[in-house]
């Protein structure tokens, strides 16, 4: 099934063009609807009726019609699928009507058990067994690809946008165009917005990666990234040469109040011309589901797409409707991972690599190897201790692999299988970048090296102020940055915002054009940025993303933004944002003991933030932005007494410390902020809890001294599924 434009075929326009007007719209009607519904057949049900040979000769026909009458092309048109030129701008945003939630994970059976214990409490109903009617779940394939949703206006695909934060997503139309599985029309007049997930099949990945080694090209991870990146392909032509393709979901039609359960709304999807995965099954208990996820274990490695896991979600919509959600999971629906693939592989170096607080890092260089879906050749170590925990040498062989399918990891050596020629690996006593002794703290386990002005840590804390978590600069890449602090353009933060388009088109393999769209994305990034991303930006030592959330928010109690109108022109100082700026270096230097008042910044972080501002390399960074006209998003501050959201972790916090198994840690506090809990980067006496996990170094020494209650993987699991 091609989507690539055929050639022209002139005897085919020739023919074309012998029928009149009415004779050419009514054959091209006919085609397009022929097309249309190969396509959906082939994407949606998986049951082909026609022949790639018989496809191909329908679409050239209609290819020769519209070149002889021009007048017939639309936008629907399954022509229009190979996509037009290249915009050379950034995707602009799309708010999203409904927030597009995350999941929760599951990675065992007894977590899945626990999550159906949540909801029958939540419901109301017994321990015991109900009826058949009372309870039950749909169970999906969790599809490996990116999250978009599709606007539907009377049957016409109009808008389709990617996931984004959840709120605000990118406008990727012009390339979800020229996707054959999007269906142009569908085949009523409705209008709704439908969620679902582009991926890249296993065979198109296998396709695309021959060609690069043949050309001699790096190859590509694994499908998942290799899909969204085709998504977000500037030129649409480009995403529709990767043969991408989509599963449909969730449904959200208007004026529609018959459809009342998910059961209902796949079925309704598909009647709709909507390409829904048929591999699910509706009507289970929570046994039922585990049947499932057992069955499709080892039967995932048939599909011809990737898929991680399983989602399960409450049949009902007003069963879903009364559990509501936390944070922004719902509590209707959780996600189970498949147990880690490992692999075995060979640890063929450790090597220190200098972080943006100067923090030496021991990563693994392993011989490549392909596991969960990607070839790994690096994993980080964590800390010194982390190594000698697991006696792992320099060129043992050991165990490898992804936890929760995504962040690689070394399980252990095989010590069986030691030779006696491997090495055992020690920190060095200067810093492999700039040369200055490294420093350790007395009773710390980091190892960092002190110099402010090491090019690597130079390099990764402005590398961190663009990156995702900070302005989110799309563009402002390594290779971008590394000529931007060789050449002197940018020796502050606030230096982004002052690049011309001369100074961007001085850089290697940047042109007039290239260089205007880079300073457009850093014009539009100066405005609108969330308060918490700007202090996480700022690389505050100790302070990251969750913490810079809770900072923001308490200075926003502190300052109210009423009493500070907005700046009245562009590239102006905005008076409320000046006003955080006083208040944060105010506090943090005069009354660092203050900050304790925020969740998640015990006594030390609140005196690293003091030294931060009161350093005189760094104490003005905030001041410096608003000077140059930085407007940052105003947190929405509750209002006095407003309830605690409700979940198991309501009100508490909770500092996570040490590596987990089944947990990534952003997967963990993402966890904790779905129970309704905080979590927080430092361990005090409003820490609720601490779950520690191998190599829990300094933070579980300060608990145990504190008295705060220790948990470990297991318990905290029980404890976000409510069990105590």
């Known amino acids: ?128 067994p109900e009826p058949a009617t009372e309870l039950r779940y749909v169970a999906e394939l969790k599809i490996d690809g990116l999250a978009i949703t599709l606007r539907y206006e009377r049957g016409r695909f109009v808008q389709g946008a990617t996931r984004g934060d959840g709120t605000t997503g990118e406008d990727v139309t012009a390339n979800l165009r020229t996707i054959s599985a999007v269906p142009a029309k569908l085949n009523e007049s409705v209008t709704a917005d439908v969620r679902g997930e582009v991926f890249m099949p296993k065979s198109e990945f296998a396709r695309i990666n021959a060609e690069r080694e043949e050309a001699g090209l790096a190859l590509y991870a694994n499908p998942r990234n290799s899909g969204a990146g085709s998504l977000r392909q500037k030129d649409p032509a480009v995403t529709a040469s990767r043969l991408l393709s989509i599963w449909v979901y969730q449904l ?82 959780i996600a189970y991972k498949f147990p880690p693939e490992q692999v075995e592989t060979t640890l063929e170096d450790i090597v220190p690599y200098v972080g943006r607080t100067g923090t ?73 970048v700039c040369g200055t002794k490294v420093v350790q703290d007395e009773g710390a386990v980091r190892v960092y090296c002190p110099n402010a002005a090491c090019p690597a840590r130079l390099s990764q804390e402005f590398g961190h102020f663009v990156g995702r978590g900070g302005m989110d600069i799309e563009g402002a890449g390594w290779a971008v940055l590394s000529q931007l602090l060789e050449r002197g353009l940018v020796k502050s ?33 100066r405005v609108g940025r969330p308060l918490a991303r700007v202090l996480n930006g700022l690389g505050m030592p100790q302070v990251g993303e969750s913490t810079a959330i809770d900072l923001a928010r308490w200075l926003a109690m502190r300052v109210r933004s009423d009493d500070y109108p907005p700046p009245s022109g562009d590239n102006v100082p905005d008076p409320w944002f ?42 003005n960074v905030l001041r410096e932005l608003v000077e140059v006209g930085v407007v940052p998003e105003r947190p929405d501050v509750p209002p006095p007494g407003a309830a605690v959201e409700a979940g198991p972790l309501a009100g508490k916090s909770v500092v996570v410390t040490g590596t987990l198994e089944g947990f990534a840690r952003q997967e963990a506090e993402d966890a904790i902020r779905a129970a309704g809990g905080k979590p ?18 300094s933070k579980l020494a300060k608990a145990q001294e504190l008295g705060v209650p220790i948990l470990d993987e297991a318990g905290f699991r029980r404890l976000l599924a409510g069990d105590g």
Not at 295 to 304: S, V
Not at 501 to 525: C, M, P, Q, Y
Not at 614 to 619: I, K, L, Q, W, Y
């Open 1 to 128: 099934m091609t989507v690539q434009l055929p050639p022209v075929d002139p005897a085919l326009v020739e023919a074309a063009s012998t029928l009149d007007i009415d004779a050419a719209t009514a054959r091209h009607k006919e085609l397009a609807a022929a097309v249309d519904r190969a396509n959906v057949l082939y994407h949606a049900e998986d049951a082909p009726e026609l022949s790639d040979a018989e496809y191909d000769q329908l679409f050239r026909e209609l290819v020769a019609l519209e070149t002889a009458y021009p007048e017939l092309t639309t936008d629907d048109s399954p022509t229009q699928r190979v996509g037009g030129a290249p915009s050379g701008e950034v995707f602009s945003e799309v708010r999203h009507r409904r927030p597009m939630l995350s999941l929760s994970n599951a990675f065992s059976h007894d977590e899945l058990r626990a999550f159906d214990a949540r909801v029958r409490r939540g419901l109301g109903l017994a321990a015991a």
């Open 493 to 525: 933060r606030a230096d982004f915002f002052r690049l011309s388009v001369e100074d961007l088109e001085g850089l290697d393999r940047f042109a007039r054009k290239s260089a205007e769209n880079l300073h457009g994305r850093i014009a539009r990034a």
């Open 252 to 333: 959200l039609e208007e004026g529609d109040g018959s459809i009342d359960s998910q059961s209902s709304a796949l079925e309704r999807l598909a009647t709709l011309g909507l390409p829904a995965n048929a591999q699910y099954e509706a009507g289970l208990d929570i046994e039922g589901v585990i049947g499932f996820t057992e069955r499709w274990r080892e039967e995932r490695h048939k599909l011809p797409y990737e898929t991680d896991g399983v989602v399960v979600k409450v049949d009902r919509f007003d069963q879903q409707d009364r559990l509501g959600m936390v944070s922004r999971a719902p509590r209707w629906a």
């Open 360 to 432: 030496l890092t021991p990563v693994a260089h392993l011989t490549p190897v392909k596991v969960a879906g990607s070839t790994v050749a690096r994993a980080t170590l964590h800390n010194l201790d982390e190594v000698r925990r697991k006696d792992l040498r320099i060129g043992d062989r050991v165990i490898l692999q992804k936890a929760g399918d995504v962040i690689p990891e070394v399980v252990r050596p095989l010590v069986e299988k030691r030779s006696g020629t491997e090495r055992s690996f020690e920190m060095p006593d200067a810093c492999p």
């Open 680 to 697: 927080a980067g430092s361990v005090s006496k409003k820490t609720d809890y601490v779950v520690a996990g191998e190599s829990a170094g």
């Open 578 to 619: 000046a006003a955080i700026d006083a208040e944060l270096r105010r506090i943090a230097t005069e009354e660092p003991e203050t900050l304790t008042e925020v969740e998640g910044i015990g006594p030390l972080v609140a005196a690293a933030i003091g030294r931060y501002f009161a350093d005189p390399a760094t104490g």
